[in-house]
């Protein structure tokens, strides 16, 4: 068994790596993916020319690290995993800290985790909104001063990876666009409009917007990258793009945060999984 360690992945050791991935996948039912372009640090036990477990390093701020590790199921139960951690500690600074997460329903990577001391700090839940599933919330306020129709929503398009940013005076939201989906971040309302309604309202009419079809006038649109547009003005613009059917919306939020988890409840969004974050 050689064990191997490097800074980057060739096109070869990426398709050895996915491989063994979806067998792992495949025998734990787990979603996770390996951080293949995020982190800065792997290490991997290679076998008869394959890849049979596998670890990586992404550097979060400081001394914090997100760990991601997998082995190919034929091959747990030999201690792979223990070294390939030992040997990733031994390349990081001194006093370094990890933060693993692994699916709530993987009871035996739960297990590992617990085994090295390893101990669970928080879940965090991945949801996703189906588009006929959300309902647009009707949350007239005196408090907030204007309702849902009078938020001046602006769309900001990023064309390099095409990112949506919708912002209005008092808050802001960010979507990664994706064949398949838009992944939700970024969310955050000005802290003295909080608790007012304002944030439920802002939410709900730019999902409106994502989820009625003006989402691919966005996306096909001549208007210019980098520019922050009123909603009306790309609507306008993209006018004679095809609509295409409204994609499903992800986001991830931890469980200790009721009032988003509440929020995005009542807007349609559902719990899909459960990643529980460790520390080491």
């Known amino acids: 068994m050689k064990l191997h360690r ?3 992945l060739d096109s070869s050791q990426i398709r050895q790596l996915q491989t063994m991935v979806n067998k792992c996948t495949d ?3 787990t979603r996770l993916s390996f951080p293949f372009d995020e982190a800065d640090l792997f290490l991997y036990f290679e076998h008869d020319g394959s890849i049979v477990s596998a670890i990586a390093f992404i550097p979060i701020e400081g001394l914090l690290y997100e760990c991601s590790a997998f ?4 091959f747990r139960g030999h201690g792979h995993f223990s070294g390939l951690l030992d040997a990733g500690i031994d390349e990081l600074p001194e006093d370094s800290e990890l933060i693993f997460y692994a ?3 993987n009871s035996a990577a739960a ?10 700090n928080s879940e965090e839940h991945m949801m996703k909104l189906l588009p006929e599933n959300f309902s647009i919330i ?3 306020s005196s408090q907030t001063g204007s309702d849902v129709s009078a938020l001046d929503l602006i769309a900001d398009i990023h064309s390099e990876c095409l990112n949506l940013r919708f912002h209005s005076d008092h808050a802001v939201i960010n979507f990664s666009v994706f064949p398949s989906h838009y992944y939700l971040y970024g969310f955050e309302v000005e802290k003295s409009f909080r608790g007012k309604g304002y944030g439920t309202k802002f939410l709900s009419t730019v999902l409106a917007q994502l989820l009625n079809g003006n989402a691919a006038a966005i996306e096909h649109s001549p208007l210019s990258p980098e520019t922050s547009y009123h909603i009306s003005d790309v609507r306008s613009a993209g006018a004679a793009a095809d609509n295409t059917a409204p994609r499903p919306v992800l986001l991830q939020v931890s469980g200790g945060n009721a009032p988003a988890l509440t929020l995005y409840k009542k807007t349609g969004f559902r719990i899909t999984e459960t990643l529980c974050c460790y520390l080491y």
């Not at 082995?71 to 034929?74: I, L, N, S, Y």
């Not at 297990?111 to 669970?120: K, P, R, W």
């Open 6 to 8: 490097v800074h980057s």
């Open 103 to 105: 699916d709530k329903r």
């Open 138 to 140: 009707d949350c007239h």
């Open 27 to 29: 025998s734990d039912g």
């Open 71 to 74: 082995t190919d199921p034929e």
């Open 111 to 120: 297990a590992v985790l617990e085994a090295i001391g390893a101990e669970m």
